[in-house]
């Protein structure tokens, strides 16, 4: 019986010896692709472009949804944050999703906000909204307050609200770059096929922020915190720009996102659910092959909006918990996608990758480190094998940081400053053994809860 376990966990260790071989080559390629791209933007002076763009007429209107449930000590920090764009026509929708602290009192004393009628032609359904309010002093801004219903039914209140083709979903305590809809709002421009724009994030904690903007970036000392700017470099660079390059991409982050309301309003807005932002796009694109409208969805490799990150471990433990039974619960919701040719390279390719390398991730990954600790138990590992797993599980995690890292000296320039890339540098080589194991293990307990539809909070600093 022993014996034949043992033989089991034999297989096991050389499965999950190929299974990192090719989820890190994967990563390696999505990396390589970004750097040809981000170059190709560098050298060719795409914000020169963008500004040309500016100066004349051909724009589409834009309506910002921001919504906002407790977020008190950010509020108004956000808000003027929007209303600082360089752009044409825009509005701004703050969406008060039944906050109980002060979000609604800040907001109405600190703009003057005076109320205004509710519209009729709601097409949207979502919880009811009780008075919709302007400001004397902005124009474009309009305030929605609403009875709780989750961030989902937030957005779509705002989207029926909102009054442009174009709407921006971003988080309440998202902090824009002054020309991030630009960026956006060109890839729509270049190409009317475009459904859905996304933008790399970055993280405010530890950078000095004067006058509701972002004057001065660091990396944060707190290694809860620097770890999470290093995994947003990675994650971005390692991926969106990736995936954009042969139309698979299928996530755009909650934090920022540009989209076309019709095509919104026509798949009945955002489903509740935890994964809301995930599910919505695949939705989007199901919509489209289903009714064989042809359509892209790209993604914009400049950080766009900077937004706080957990900053102790239990709140971050908390929201990779959420976004991994959110990611669980698209893919089983959108599973006969799945290896459907009907999809395209999404069906075939992309969720397949998600369901392989993201969801079940954690728990190949346990069984695989179980098979080699029992195996050494029994003085059976082959010390080869001990040493190909650290090369892989560490010192290529650590290559693939530094890469990443590269990446962004020579053409994002998102830190700058040499002890901003001697913090990074260091966190990448500590990373593998500390913050990746900790997530890890995080998710592979998440995978046996992802019934549960606990949103869970994290912790808010004033800005």
């Not at 040719?341 to 397949?352: C, E, F, N, Q």
């Amino acid at each position: 019986m022993i014996q034949n376990i043992i033989v089991i966990f034999q297989d096991i260790q050389i499965m999950y010896l190929v299974y990192l071989i090719f989820t890190n080559s994967i990563t390696f390629l999505m990396i390589w692709l970004t750097l040809k791209e981000m170059m190709w933007n560098y050298f060719y002076q795409i914000d020169t472009l963008l500004y040309s763009l500016y100066r004349t007429n051909v724009y589409m209107p834009i309506s910002i949804l921001a919504p906002a449930y407790n977020e008190q000590e950010t509020i108004i920090s956000s808000v003027y944050s929007l209303l600082r764009l360089d752009f044409n026509e825009y509005e701004v929708i703050i969406i008060n999703d039944g906050s109980k602290d002060e979000t609604l009192k800040r907001l109405v004393d600190h703009f003057d906000l005076y109320e205004i009628a509710i519209p009729k032609n709601l097409t949207i359904d979502h919880a009811q909204i009780r008075a919709i309010y302007r400001s004397p002093k902005y124009e474009h801004l309009k305030i929605i307050d609403k009875v709780n219903g989750g961030k989902a039914d937030a957005l779509n209140s705002g989207i029926n609200v909102s009054a442009y083709p174009l709407v921006c979903c971003v988080d309440a305590d998202t902090i824009l770059e002054k020309d991030s809809i630009l960026f956006g709002l060109e890839k729509f421009i270049r190409d009317r096929r475009v459904i859905a724009v996304g933008g790399a994030i970055g993280i405010t904690n530890g950078s000095e922020i004067k006058d509701y903007k972002l004057v001065k970036r660091r990396v944060p000392f707190n290694l809860v915190e620097g770890f999470q700017v290093l995994e947003y470099l990675r994650s971005f660079f390692a991926g969106r720009v990736g995936w954009q390059k042969y139309n698979g991409l299928v996530l755009i982050s909650g934090a920022f996102g540009i989209f076309k309301k019709d095509l919104v309003k026509e798949i009945g807005g955002y489903r509740h659910t935890i994964g809301e932002d995930f599910d919505l796009l695949i939705r989007m694109r199901r919509y489209c092959y289903d009714n064989k409208i042809e359509h892209k969805v790209k993604f914009v490799s400049e950080i766009l909006c900077w937004t706080q990150c957990p900053s102790d471990y239990s709140s971050l433990l908390k929201q990779r918990n959420r976004w991994h039974r959110g990611l669980l619960e698209t893919l089983f919701y959108h599973r006969k996608m799945m290896f459907n040719y009907k999809y395209g390279v999404v069906g075939l390719v992309s969720l397949p990758y998600f369901l392989f390398i993201e969801a079940l991730g954690p728990i190949i990954t346990f069984i695989g480190i179980i098979s080699i600790i029992t195996l050494y138990f029994y003085g059976l590992a082959n010390p080869y094998t001990i040493v190909i797993f650290f090369l892989l599980e560490f010192v290529w995690g650590i290559m693939l940081n530094i890469f990443s890292l590269y990446i962004d000296i020579f053409t994002k320039h998102a830190y700058k400053g040499f002890w901003a890339y001697i913090q990074l540098l260091l966190l990448s080589i500590l990373e593998p053994f500390i913050y990746k194991p900790l997530m890890k293990a995080e998710l592979f307990m998440a995978t046996f809860n992802f019934m549960n539809s606990n949103w869970g909070e994290i912790k808010r600093k004033s800005l």
